[in-house]
């Protein structure tokens, strides 16, 4: 469209990457904040936590991302006012969805990645694209650093093939330990690499007994 | 208006850069009119994503032991010409908030009408409560965002520092809404060139003068590199005690060095 110009959106890069296990979930980001060759900032956290169970992570343009965050906890909030309890995960991926698309032709410049626990209490990931495309996996990674990720995650937790009948799970095999010294690893080795990806790592853990954090110092060349 | 083919123009051609309007014919006027005004109506062009005329360039500022400092020079670009020297682009907003901006200086003066504004009503509720940087952060924020959603942007990047509650704050916000906190920031060129100097540099307990030596290197060195800048600074401090805006003052140049004199010298290939 005429008026929607380069200047509309910015890419401030960023990495986020979740995994689903049989009774927890690791969602993560790093959290440099960049514009071209530039660092705006070398923490500033992608990660918002939606519900007790449920918390999404977002690279791409900062304003878009924060207004996203803000209008899902927004949402959230409406929600428990409605029905007294918190939103399920499964619930709060298809909202994602629709909130995506409802910006179908002035898209939220987004890369999400939601992660948490289903209503059963088992790890469940759901990835995005901008425009509200959504799948439920096992696993996923999204932003400027997934094109290096996401490979040696197919690698390591190679998921049972959506076609096969009847479904299997999708959760990986891994211990929850595992899962977070693999992350830790794809973040290290996508740092090396990506010059958006860098100076520190937020891991978030969700489990029965509720959400831990974590950070890790990465590169900050 | 009883024989003339009329065209209602909507807002929905806005959004597509050209007039989209419906055409009526007289028979089916009544009808059409029936839920608009009556009233002639007049079209106004609405313009959209202007271009900036006159710009301020870098605005510099960081944390210290007791507060934030702000500095930025005084000059008001028309494109490549030095239109305006001694415009202020540093002020205070409320009691515990400082202000500064590059980018289009009347954007920024409409944006101190807004604050100005934000800040009086909410003294008027007279409760003792009072916005704080994070507050006015958040306002301008969602104001930056808004109106690049509306694809006329306030021309601007905004630096805000501030302290309350014994709390330090230093936020920034750009033209199209991307929003940050840190310890040090700045805008435009300062991003280039003083940041690197900053991240080597700054300390947390940096004393009120330490602090101002420091952004007096980075200004100098704005100064030298970039060609929009001019020698006229102000430094401004808020801490718990207050805000101050010191008067413009300059700094001592050296255009002695040798590469300065005779860049060409020593670079072989050159001119």
């Known amino acids: 469209m005429a008026l929607r110009g380069d200047w509309m959106y910015e890419n401030n890069g960023g990495t986020c990457v979740a995994i689903a296990g049989i009774d927890y979930c690791v969602v993560a980001a790093d959290t440099r904040l960049s514009v071209g060759y530039s660092i705006l900032t070398r923490d500033h956290s992608k990660i918002c936590s939606l519900a007790d169970k449920c918390v999404l992570a977002s690279s791409g343009f900062q304003g878009d991302i924060r207004a996203l965050h803000k209008h899902l906890s927004a949402r959230h909030l409406l929600y428990q006012h409605q029905h007294n309890k918190q939103m399920s995960c499964p619930a709060m991926g298809q909202l994602l969805s629709n909130t995506l698309y409802y910006k179908r032709f002035f898209p939220y410049y987004a890369f999400n990645v939601l992660g948490g626990l289903d209503n059963e209490g088992k790890g469940c990931v759901y990835t995005y694209d901008a425009v509200g495309s959504y799948e439920r996996v096992g696993y996923s990674a999204q932003g400027s650093g997934s094109t290096l990720i996401m490979p040696v995650l197919d690698n390591q937790l190679k998921s049972p093939s959506p076609l096969l009948l009847p479904a299997r799970d999708a959760v990986t095999p891994l211990s929850e330990t595992e899962a977070v010294d693999l992350v830790k690893d794809v973040f290290a080795s996508a740092t090396e690499r990506d010059i958006y990806t860098g100076d520190k790592l937020e891991i978030v853990v969700i489990n029965a007994s509720g959400i831990k954090r974590e950070y890790l110092e990465l590169r900050k060349d | ?271």
């Open chain 2, 1 to 271: 208006m009883q024989n003339v083919e009329i065209s209602i123009p909507t807002l929905n051609g806005w959004l597509l850069g050209y007039p989209v309007t419906y055409l009526f014919s007289n028979e089916k006027l009544k009808k059409a009119t029936g839920v608009v005004s009556m009233q002639s109506l007049h079209i106004y062009k609405i313009y959209v994503t202007r271009y900036p005329y006159v710009t301020g360039t870098s605005v510099i500022a960081m944390k210290y032991k007791d507060g934030v400092i702000m500095a930025s020079d005084t000059a008001g670009s028309y494109g490549s010409t030095l239109r305006y020297k001694s415009v202020e682009r540093i002020k205070t907003v409320g009691d515990h908030t400082i202000i500064g901006a590059s980018g289009e200086i009347s954007d920024f003066q409409e944006i101190m009408r807004y604050l100005d504004e934000l800040i009086l009503y909410d003294k008027m509720w007279d409760d003792g409560n009072s916005l704080g940087p994070k507050e006015v952060h958040n306002y301008l924020n969602r104001i930056m965002y808004n109106r690049r959603n509306k694809f006329n942007p306030l021309y601007n990047s905004l630096v805000l520092g501030g302290v309350k509650n014994g709390q330090k704050y230093l936020g920034t916000v750009n033209m199209i809404g991307t929003h940050y906190e840190d310890d040090h920031l700045a805008t435009g060129f300062g991003n280039h060139l003083a940041r690197p100097i900053l991240r080597s540099e700054w300390r947390e307990d940096l004393t009120f003068e330490e602090a101002v030596k420091l952004i007096e290197k980075c200004l100098l060195v704005l100064l030298y590199r970039d060609r929009s800048s001019i020698n006229k600074f102000q430094i401004a401090k808020i801490t718990a005690e207050g805000t101050t805006i010191h008067p413009p003052y300059s700094l001592r140049t050296y255009w002695g060095f040798s590469h300065f004199q005779n860049p060409s010298k020593g670079a072989a290939g050159t001119w």
